[in-house]
């Protein structure tokens, strides 16, 4: 089982070449796996791919490093209607795709990865709280499956359509959870959050989240009414050659876009099914037996 992750992975980015951009060298990954290596609760069989994404996080701490990696596998396990069942194909995962936008668009200049999220259907009953968030961080890691490690993120949410109905879906445990990640565990650096058609409630959410959420996150929030300055927004924030045609941008439309991205989701459902079995150690017994299997040839 773990031969077929290992050669799902080998068709990721280029570990090599990535080592190479980010000045990192292959001691560095050595000595993060020999630091983990007491760990009961990040998993043996992480390759150096795996752990090159988390890495490129604290270039200069390797200790915090380890410390993010404990809290990612933390969350993982506390969490599972939210990290774990993964597999595209499932009926869940298959209405969210249909039903919301979760958008991979092109990596910014600078090397941040750039998503988008919204509603497509307008109907509460169709979304799903924590399907919802399972799909959108889906997204981060599958910008590390594709591109290897990245400066930073910038997430971008479009609030059209959405309101009181949809403002009590999430359950406490669950926004505690979710903020837990984003603050503690998410393997990338979040530069920015764009919200977009911000709507009378809003208020109303940021005092359900406030109790949980560190100011330093609600510093990186940045809040657009339906007014905004689109030339200005291009000129400061993100270039029109990134955005879709809604956002007066030069992409295609958010269905085409979404279209792409589901395809992209479907493609990488063997890496999401395999991972899954990963974060719960069912390879670790492997690769005690094989410890070489964690590295790459690339």
């Known amino acids: 089982m773990f ?3 290992k ?4 068709s990721a980015f280029s570990y090599k070449k990535s080592l190479e951009r980010e000045e990192i060298k292959q001691d560095c990954v050595d000595l993060l796996r020999d630091k983990l290596k007491d760990s009961k609760i990040v998993p043996k069989s992480l390759t150096d791919k795996q752990l090159l994404n988390f890495l490129t996080t604290y270039k200069e701490d390797i200790d915090k490093v380890v410390v993010l990696m404990e809290n990612y596998y933390q969350c993982k396990a506390a969490a599972p209607q939210l990290f774990q069942n993964r597999d595209v194909y499932s009926t869940e995962l298959r209405n969210a795709l249909k039903n919301q936008y979760y958008i991979f668009l092109p990596v910014l200049p600078d090397n941040q990865l750039l998503i988008f999220h919204g509603l497509k259907n307008l109907d509460p009953s169709t979304y799903d709280y924590d ?16 591109f290897g490690p990245f400066n930073g993120a910038v997430m971008l949410y479009d609030m059209k359509g959405s309101g009181l109905r949809f403002l009590f879906k999430p359950s406490v445990s669950s926004l505690k959870q ?9 393997p990338v650096n979040i530069n920015k959050a764009i919200v ?14 406030k109790p949980f959420v560190k100011s330093k996150l609600f510093m990186r929030v940045q ?50 099914v395999l991972e899954d079995k990963q974060a719960r150690f069912e390879f670790d017994d492997y690769i005690k037996e094989h410890p070489n299997e964690v590295h790459h040839n690339d």
């Not at 979710?178 to 998410?186: H, L, P």
């Open 178 to 186: 979710v903020v837990k990640y984003v603050e503690e565990a998410i």
């Open 7 to 10: 050669s799902v992975l080998e």
């Open 131 to 146: 399907t919802a968030t399972k799909l959108y961080f889906m997204l981060f890691e599958a910008y590390a499956y594709h």
């Open 223 to 272: 809040y657009y009414n339906s007014d905004i300055d689109l030339e200005k927004f291009y000129e400061t924030q993100v270039p029109k050659s990134h955005l879709p045609k809604e956002f007066g941008g030069t992409l295609g439309t958010l269905d085409e876009l979404q279209e792409q991205s589901i395809q992209l989701f479907m493609n990488m459902r063997e890496y999401f």
């Open 196 to 209: 977009f058609n911000t709507i009378k409630a809003f208020d109303l959410i940021i005092s359900l989240v």
């Open 3 to 5: 031969a077929n992750f």
